[in-house]
């Protein structure tokens, strides 16, 4: 049964820096596309009139982008109504429920800090306003497994958990989910995804830029918690699942599922975090702090196809470049057959994604040089994969959302199952190391993978090898 669409948008957090960065130009893309039909009640705590909304939502657009199409900027602007509150007031929700007229599918976005999330969803609960309606929860899903319990059994009191999308803007990116696309299209690389063939995997998420004023936020967070308990988990769960049994969004929550019941819990030898130079005077950090701008851990995944495979998995902020790739290192042949087939130095065969900036796939595969001797070179096999008209993250995921399609968001037993790959490092780790601003973080993380070789660095600038 295909489900209706949402036929009121409630924007809870309107006034807010992720409406105003994220959300406000994913609609004025939809509008664009003529694909934005319903009204959108923003609430908020402050006394904004709708003239002052509307002028907020044109400054975010033209900041964004710019301006170019009127006709699906007015449409925009006509679809909004204001409703002022604050959310531990039960008149706030009979204010939202009189706005929404006689929607009866609305979808309510929770565009405001997670320790909200439980006040707003009780209330709509309370105010009857979660019947046959969606709600739209913003990452972080928790901030530990206690915490991740706890606001999913608040959630599904309130809502089936079908009925529950939880955003993750890095799922709704286009190079992502070409990875689940490239693995199961084609047949090639069955044969050879497993712990037979592949030696290891790596994955680099770095930022070439600091916390940017977000010293208060990273405080309560780390990069741990930020960035790879959910992006680079995610991208793992892609890499790493099992061929879903038919063609459906359920069946790939199911199997992602599984990769993370099956990681090993973290231990503080599987960890480095560092810290750049520099983090302790910035904005709202304490002056002695211990939190982690740069984390690389080694994880192990005990399935039958992947036990004793590691996975190398680093992030950081004031690293030397701003990319994310993932480099899948193959096994050398089992007889040397060449003086050189076996390198002793550089790299055997591997598979290379390019997520960003920009998207590729590369092999890298041996071939001889002229002349009588057998020696050659290892050279890429490059495929640029650059799709002008993308649609934005956020953009994709809010109509999804809206059209009742699951696909991209995370399920209730993947989040705590994560949660529970990391929780026993959480609070039990080594300090933080200090690395200099524009390198690839500190010494440590090299000796964490020296059994299986090097990190793999992404190039500034992309050009096929």
């Known amino acids: 049964m295909t489900p209706s669409h949402s036929d009121a948008l409630v924007l809870f957090g309107v006034t807010g820096d992720l409406a105003h960065k994220m959300i406000f130009p994913a609609l004025y893309a939809l509008a664009k596309r003529r694909a934005l039909k319903v009204p959108i009640i923003g609430v908020a705590f402050p006394k904004w009139s709708l003239a002052q909304l509307r002028n907020r939502v044109t400054d975010s657009i033209r900041r964004s982008g710019g301006i170019d199409d009127r006709r699906a900027l007015k449409h925009l602007l006509s679809l909004l109504s204001y409703v002022s509150g604050d959310y531990n007031d039960p008149g706030t929700f009979t204010k939202i429920r009189q706005a929404l007229g006689g929607a ?202 992947w036990r004793g495979v590691p996975w190398y998995l680093r992030s950081g902020k004031c690293l030397a470049d701003t990319a994310l790739e993932v480099l899948v290192e193959l096994r050398p042949p089992p007889q040397e057959l060449f003086s050189d087939s076996v390198p002793t130095t550089g790299r055997a065969n591997y598979l290379r994604f390019r997520l960003s900036p920009g998207s590729a796939v590369a092999l890298a595969a041996r071939v001889k040089r002229a002349g009588k001797e057998f020696i050659g070179d290892q050279r890429e096999l490059y495929l640029i994969d650059e799709q002008p008209g993308e649609e934005m993250p956020y953009e994709r995921l809010l109509g999804d959302a809206m059209a009742g399609d699951g696909a991209l968001f995370t399920r209730e037993d993947a989040v705590e199952s994560a949660w529970a790959v990391v929780e026993p490092v959480l609070k039990t780790h080594h300090r933080v190391r200090p690395y200099k601003r524009g390198s690839w973080g500190p010494k440590e993380a090299a000796a964490l993978i020296a059994a299986d070789g090097r990190w793999h660095n992404p190039k500034p600038k992309e050009t096929a090898a």
């Not at 799922?171 to 693995?183: C, P, S, T, V």
């Not at 044969?191 to 063939?197: A, D, E, L, T, V």
């Not at 910035?282 to 939190?291: I, L, P, Q, R, T």
């Open 104 to 305: 009866q599918r609305p979808a309510h976005y929770l565009a405001i800090p997670p320790s909200l999330f439980p006040t707003v969803i009780t209330g709509l609960g309370a105010a009857n306003l979660a019947n046959n309606a969606r709600v739209i929860v913003e990452k972080p899903f928790g901030r530990d497994l206690a915490s991740a319990r706890e606001l999913n059994r608040i959630a599904t009191s309130v809502f089936p958990e079908d009925s529950i999308f939880r955003i993750d803007h890095f799922l709704g990116k286009e190079a992502i989910m070409n990875i689940l696309y490239f693995r199961f299209a084609n047949s090639f690389l069955e044969p050879i995804w497993n712990r037979n063939y592949i030696a290891s995997v790596q994955i680099t998420l770095s930022e070439d830029f600091g916390v940017q004023n977000r010293g208060a936020f990273y405080e309560s967070a780390g990069c741990l918690r930020d960035v790879i308990q959910n992006h680079l988990f995610q991208v793992v769960a892609l890499l790493a699942m099992e061929p879903p049994a038919y063609q459906g969004f359920g069946a790939v929550h199911v199997e992602k599922a599984k990769v993370f019941q099956a990681m090993r819990p973290l231990r503080p030898d599987d960890l480095v975090r560092g810290q750049y130079a520099g983090y302790r005077k910035e904005a709202n950090v304490a002056k002695h702090s211990d939190v982690e701008t740069f984390c690389a851990l080694r994880l192990y995944i005990d399935s039958w196809r």
